[in-house]
Nanobody
Framework: VQLQASGGGLVQAGGSLRLSCSAS????????MGWFRQAPGKEREFVAA????????PYADSVKDRFTISRDNAKNTVALQMNSLKPEDTAVYYC?????????????????WGRGTQVTVSS
């Protein structure tokens, strides 16, 4: 699976961004998908994930009620709607695919990774 994330940019605190990840290659609908982020000097961390069916969507506590993950299996895309952005959300955001039906919050479960897109939130 080849993944390409897009939609990052610079936004003021309180603003919104929508990230998108397009997938090609193997059957997209057979993979659960996740978003992770990595801030400068920090380890990559889990943000959100979504099951194959879209019925299970765990979130990191830090983004719960602000971010929403969704997927469109017909279009081979997964999106991350980010609202009420905070400066601490600044990071490179990565989408990833895991060969399981249920979503995982663990980085090591994900087999395929996109290159990432920069999100910068100014105060």
């Amino acid at each position: 699976v080849q993944l390409q994330a897009s939609g990052g940019g610079l936004v003021q605190a309180g603003g919104s961004l929508r990230l998108s990840c397009s997938a090609s290659g193997r059957t997209f609908s057979g993979y659960s998908m996740g978003w992770f982020r990595q801030a400068p000097g920090k380890e990559r961390e889990f943000v959100a994930a979504i099951s194959v069916s879209g019925g299970s969507t765990p979130y990191a506590d830090s983004v719960k009620d602000r971010f929403t993950i969704s997927r469109d299996n017909a279009k081979n895309t997964v999106a991350l709607q980010m609202n009420s952005l905070k400066p601490e959300d600044t990071a490179v955001y990565y989408c990833a695919a895991a060969p399981f039906g249920l979503p995982s919050i663990e980085l090591r479960q994900y087999k395929y990774w996109g290159r990432g897109t920069q999100v910068t939130v100014s105060s």
